[in-house]
């Protein structure tokens, strides 16, 4: 996708070879900034305070952490403690675990030697991997955009997003954004309703920013307001991404999707989920089995923006005093899904569903 007209993607490997490239999501959009992750401790911190954020690209970020780690120490231990260091950043996220997962079977049976090369090489083949998931994504659910906008004969397909599962949450084409990016490049109109997402305004300051930046048309709502839309008629279709899906279909996403599948459901509009094969949780059984992070209080009590000397800051919004609960996500139970949008299609969003496009998986399933 575009950042300043150029193609970008979120993570890449620095000239030097050996260092992590990022963006910064923290200060966007008001600023660009490109940290440099040097070793584990970086990447670590990198997902903790979400400078990086979006469950494919904290996969791939914990991938490159390990590599990072690796370069120093080879050993088992060391390995070891790599894992579970960057595990224990974002409980709720399944791309984290099965990102580490993978990077530890890879290298484990491997002489330390040659540990830090293969780390490197596999967490770039799982952010290549993630480029084409995506685009897959894109595809299949292009073709939900179609029929919409064959069966409205005109005027422009209204899809409603809540957070941020752009390309700015993997590694370029996104989730829930991808089928969206697809459209607008093949010459469909489409406008996009953005929740401001609440307390961390994902949608705000990284969903609008992007649309802005690949010249999507797309209006920034309050997260109240979503209901209001569909109510009216004015939203044809909901796409949203998820942190972790479980065997029986729940949805783990951004807190406040739970109350847009509500929405969805009682005004009738579809209500999609896109994810990628990482993102499903085959061990758990239901949503309510999910562990929900649950952040600073401050991220509640005061917002993040520009300031009027132009510099950027925290503003109280609440009585001092006030406390306040941040839960990160919500569950969506499968009941008031639509469908998933995966690398591999579309399908119902049950056990069943899910098992009729990864068939491989039934030994797997909770």
Same mark, same amino acid.
């Given at each position: 996708? @575009? ?44 997902? @903790? ?5 979006? !469950? ?24 070891? =403690?790599?894992? !579970? ?22 290298? +484990? ?6 540990? !830090? ?18 685009? =897959? ?63 961390? =305004? ?21 997260? =109240? ?31 406040g999707t739970y +109350? ?5 459901h009682d005004t ?6 896109? +994810? ?22 401050d991220e509640v ?66």
């Open positions: 996708m @575009k950042l300043d007209g150029v193609p970008s993607r979120t993570i890449w490997l620095e000239p030097d070879g050996w260092s992590i490239g990022i963006i910064d999501q923290t200060l966007l959009p008001h600023k660009i900034v490109r940290p440099v992750l040097k070793t584990v401790e970086d990447a670590a911190r990198a997902i @903790k305070t979400m400078q990086v954020r979006g !469950a494919p690209l904290i996969g791939v970020t914990a991938a490159y952490g390990v590599a990072l780690a690796m370069r120093v120490d080879a050993s088992d231990a060391s390995l070891d =403690n790599a894992v !579970a260091f960057l595990g224990a950043q974002r409980p709720t996220a399944v791309n984290l675990r099965w990102a580490l997962e993978d990077l530890r079977t890879t290298l +484990l049976p491997l002489a330390p030697s040659i540990r !830090a090369v293969a780390a490197y090489a596999r967490a770039a083949e799982l952010a290549e991997d993630d480029v084409e998931t995506c685009r =897959n994504i894109g595809v299949n659910g292009l073709k939900l955009i179609k029929e919409i906008a064959i069966r409205k004969g005109g005027g422009p397909v209204n899809v409603l997003t809540h957070c941020n599962a752009g390309w700015l949450a993997c590694v370029d084409w996104g989730t829930a954004t991808s089928p969206i990016y697809h459209a607008h490049d093949a010459g469909i109109p489409v406008h996009i309703w953005v929740d401001e997402t609440r307390p961390r =305004n994902q949608g705000a300051a990284l969903t609008a920013f992007e649309l802005l930046q690949h010249g999507v048309p797309h209006s920034l709502i309050a997260d =109240n307001a979503g209901g209001h839309f569909m109510q009216a008629g004015d939203v044809d279709l909901v796409i949203v991404g998820t942190d972790r899906v479980t065997a029986n279909g729940d949805v783990a996403n951004k807190i +109350l847009k599948a509500l929405a969805a009738r509009v579809p209500f999609y989920v896109a +994810l990628p094969f990482s993102t499903i949780d085959w061990r758990t059984e239901k949503g309510s089995d999910i562990p929900i992070e649950e952040r600073s209080e009590l005061y917002v993040q923006g520009k300031l009027p000397n132009g510099e950027l800051g925290s503003v109280l919004i609440s009585a001092e005093g006030t406390h306040a609960r941040n839960p990160a996500f919500d569950v969506t139970p499968a009941r008031l899904v639509t469908g998933f949008i995966t690398e591999r299609g579309i399908c119902a969003a049950s056990r069943e569903g899910l098992l009729s496009l990864y068939p491989e998986k039934t030994s797997e399933v909770a």
